[in-house]
């Protein structure tokens, strides 16, 4: 399936640090995007990185792709307590996207 | 500002109970997603609509079915509610143009007494 899997499915980083959070999928993708999820809220989307792209930078945020592993990674350097939530990778291809179980961030203030 | 609505927020219904929730955007997009999301889980595309054109996933069981009156709203029905339906259902939507990315309401948390 194209669904992504998150690595490590739970972090708990100290405010300043930098969070790492990987993605592996299985099958060709048209892109690989990241959401955010706080607790018992939607979704709200970070990131999108194209096929043919290796790496994307958004604010605080760095997201690379590797085609030839499947795999991406998601780094939100000097995080802050804010950044506390449910990070999803998720799969565009096929018209729809497929979510991974998604990584719980905790920021210690 | 140009959002996505979901009502309600909390939705309690009975074992059997048909239920519906709502969701609404100012977006103008013209595809509408639906997700159940389990405790700890991925969001789990049960459907979507292009426009009017209903697509349904492959394994949304036959109780959960959906209707799309206008572009700006979205209904989801469940018509026998079972306990293993509990979940959070969360709406989305994205532009016809560039279907990618997806804009998502805040979700409504169902609970099946």
């Known amino acids: 399936s194209q669904q992504g899997e998150e690595d490590p499915q739970a972090l708990s980083i100290q405010e300043g640090e930098n969070a790492t959070m990987n993605c592996s999928y299985k099958t060709s993708i048209n892109n690989l995007q990241w959401y955010r999820q706080n607790s018992g809220r939607g979704l709200v989307h970070l990131i999108l990185i194209r096929s043919n792209e290796r790496e994307k930078h958004s604010g605080r945020l760095r997201v690379t792709l590797d085609t030839s592993k499947k795999s991406s990674s998601l780094l939100i350097t000097a995080s802050r307590a804010a950044d506390t939530a449910s990070y999803f990778c998720a799969c565009y291809g096929n018209n729809r996207l497929a979510f991974g179980k998604g990584n719980q961030v905790v920021v210690i203030p | 500002d140009a959002m996505v609505i979901q009502n309600p927020r909390y939705q309690v219904t009975q074992f059997g109970k048909p239920v519906t929730l709502s969701c609404s955007q100012t977006?103008?997009?013209?595809?509408m997603y639906w997700y159940q999301q389990k405790s700890s889980q991925a969001p789990k595309l049960l459907f979507h609509y292009y426009d009017k054109d209903f697509n349904n996933e492959a394994d949304t069981p036959d109780n959960f079915q959906s209707r799309r009156p206008n572009t700006s709203f979205c209904f989801l029905d469940i018509r026998s509610p079972g306990l293993g339906d509990a979940a959070m259902y969360l709406c989305?939507?994205?532009?016809?143009?560039?279907?990618?990315?997806?804009?998502f309401g805040p979700g409504t948390r169902l609970l099946v007494l």
């Open positions: 989305a939507t994205s532009s016809g143009t560039t279907q990618e990315t997806q804009y």
């Open positions: 977006l103008n997009h013209n595809v």
